[in-house]
């Protein structure tokens, strides 16, 4: 495929990711087992329509695309495209996410999620490292109180295990 008829098209890559979201969706419903008690609005229904909007908007865009259709940037974006990307932020970023996850089983929500978001605000430039790490303690036990006491969504406790 010639590099310039692609040229002006990179929305093509986004349709073609949403149309294979939507069909995965979709083949994935289709597999999904249900007991032979279900009415007729049964657990199949709600993906079936979302993997066939996803499919639909996917092929929407494309057909978009390809007849010159694109999108226009936001009038009030601030990044200054003149500057390089921050690869070293991006890292850092990662690094605290992985983190995160490495830890969450070990030591529970409340000591990962601090980490994450310490290693985030840090990540991000934030210069008082030790009123960013109060604040992520703070922000991690809200976080665990509002899913599990208010929504009913257990997190792992980890350590804090019959304490909370």
């Known amino acids: ?5 692609l040229r002006g098209r990179a929305e093509l890559g986004l349709a073609a990711l949403v149309v294979l979201i939507g069909g995965l969706v979709l083949v994935n419903t289709a597999t999904l087992e249900t007991p032979a008690t279900v009415n007729v609005v049964g657990p199949r229904v709600f993906p079936t ?3 066939a909007v996803l499919l639909g908007i996917g092929v929407w865009l494309g057909i978009d695309v390809l007849r010159g259709g694109h999108g226009e940037p936001d009038a009030g974006e601030d990044v200054d495209l003149s500057r390089p990307s921050d690869w070293r932020a991006v890292a850092s970023v990662g690094a605290a996410f992985f983190t995160h996850v ?14 994450l978001f310490w290693g985030v605000a840090v990540a991000l430039g934030a210069r008082r490292w030790l009123r960013a ?3 992520a ?3 991690s036990t809200v ?3 509002v899913f599990s006491h ?5 997190l792992p406790a980890g350590v804090f295990e019959g304490v909370l």
């Open 143 to 145: 976080v665990y109180l």
């Open 102 to 115: 490495a830890l969450l089983r070990i030591t529970g929500w409340l000591i990962a999620g601090a980490v």
């Open 49 to 51: 329509v979302v993997g």
């Open 133 to 135: 790490a109060g604040v």
């Open 137 to 139: 303690i703070v922000l």
């Open 150 to 154: 208010l929504l009913g969504v257990s």
């Open 1 to 5: 495929m010639n590099n310039e008829w």
